[in-house]
């Protein structure tokens, strides 16, 4: 028999992987709204510099899509914090709202900027956060045999 300390449940995979959509746009998302400037130029921290690879700067643009971030993140992490199967899929559908466009738009638009690794690599975490999703949506959605409002059991 397998180690109860060792296999998640399904209330713990679900918790975990609405964390990992929530910390990254929320850091993401708090730092564009308090220094627009500096996230453009210096997101994710690290090289390649994401979003400087796409200029001009505009302010308002960079407070918007950081706010878009933002509000993602706090979709999950509320989703995360009350694990109810009718706030994961409202969370993820909100979720989902902003990530998939994203994606999409980054998987049609290199980056000259970047080199072709640096761009998959890009795509790729950013598909991988909207297959979490639609892994998590499809999940919780109600069933005759689990209510939408049921809080997610073990």
Not at 14 to 27: E, Q
Not at 32 to 58: E, T
């Amino acid at each position: 028999m397998a180690d109860p300390n060792v296999i998640m449940t399904g209330r713990t995979w679900k918790r975990v992987a609405l964390i990992v959509l929530a910390v990254p746009n929320l850091m993401a998302g708090v730092w564009g709204l308090v220094a627009p400037r500096d996230w453009f130029d210096n997101f994710p921290g690290w090289a390649p510099r994401l979003v400087a690879a796409l200029p001009p700067y505009n302010a308002h643009l960079a407070t918007d899509a950081a706010a878009g971030l933002f509000a993602s993140g706090v979709l999950a992490a509320v989703a995360a914090w009350w694990l109810r199967r009718d706030v994961v899929v409202l969370a993820m559908v909100g979720y989902l709202a902003f990530a998939a466009p994203h994606a999409l738009f980054h998987l049609v638009n290199p980056s000259d900027a970047m080199s072709a690794s640096e761009d998959a690599m890009n795509a790729i975490s950013l598909i991988f956060a909207v297959v979490l999703a639609v892994i998590l949506l499809v999940t919780n959605m109600p069933t005759a045999n689990r209510p939408e409002r049921e809080t997610l059991q073990v």
